[in-house]
């Protein structure tokens, strides 16, 4: 019995962030992920006029029937965010000001 070769072409070994070319040629977001500026924060504007967290928001956009699509792509898009390993912020100035020191 032949096993089958290991390849490095398997899904655990790929890349799939790719560089996003900006004006100058600079590198923007490794990740290739890019929001809009002027659509940075809508999502974060709709949770706090509604009263709520963002993720309390995006579950109740995600059950509600009746929310827009666009809506509930950004709900979504806030629930995956969530799980990123952030970098570029200054997370204890975040702690403090959820009352964490």
């Known amino acids: 019995m032949v096993d089958s070769p290991v390849h490095s072409n398997t899904l655990a070994s790929r890349s799939f962030a ?10 923007a977001n490794k990740s290739g ?8 924060g809508k999502f974060t504007a ?9 993720q309390e928001e995006a579950k109740s956009v995600i059950a509600n ?9 950004r709900a979504v898009f806030a629930q995956n ?4 390993h952030h970098t570029g912020h200054d997370m204890a100035k ?5 009352g964490a020191y």
Do not use: F, Q, Y
């Open 18 to 27: 790719k560089p996003i070319r900006i004006k100058g040629d600079k590198m």
């Open 33 to 40: 992920i890019h929001i809009k500026p002027e659509n940075e």
């Open 46 to 54: 709709t949770a706090k006029a509604a009263g709520k967290s963002v």
């Open 65 to 73: 029937p009746k929310a827009s699509p666009k809506l509930k792509k």
């Open 81 to 84: 965010a969530k799980k990123w």
């Open 94 to 98: 975040m702690d403090k000001a959820k």
